[in-house]
């Protein structure tokens, strides 16, 4: 089982960078990525929407997938369901991110193991908009 510790959401929300990848982030309103993006821009984060529609959503450009961003990402936050989160760590890894964030009820044991084991920090089941005032 997967051991989310504070120090861990706490580094990865502090100290590994401001530029956050929000897969599954789009421009409908009502899904939980578009207003946890609104509370990470207000957190000084840079959020990059990832979506197959590659709109702008909160004034940035979209993008395809993880690979089509043609700039380093810190932080993926992942908001696609448990059994498509897999892959997305995966190219979180291959893009060179610094931590994955699965979002509250996305878990992937496999995908956890596996980003964790290629030095990235994780987050499970978790998300950083609970987490940002709890943690200060």
């Keep these: 089982m997967h051991r989310d510790d504070d120090a861990t959401v706490r580094r990865i929300l502090t100290e590994l960078g401001d530029t956050w990848a929000v897969v599954g982030l789009s421009t409908n309103r009502s899904r939980a990525a578009y ?38 990402v810190d932080v993926v936050d992942v908001f696609v369901n448990s059994e498509l989160a ?10 060179g991110a610094k931590a994955v964030w699965f979002q ?14 290629a030095g990235l920090d994780m987050v499970m089941d978790r998300c950083p908009a609970i987490e940002i005032p709890r943690l200060r």
């Design 104 to 117: 509250l009820g996305v878990v992937d044991e496999e995908a956890y193991e596996r980003t964790r084991a």
């Design 35 to 72: 207003g946890v993006a609104e509370v990470l821009q207000r957190h000084g984060k840079r959020v990059v929407p990832v979506h197959p529609k590659a709109e702008p959503v909160h004034g940035e450009q979209g993008y395809a997938s993880l690979a089509d961003i043609p700039f380093d």
């Design 86 to 95: 897999g892959a997305v760590a995966d190219e979180a890894v291959a893009k």
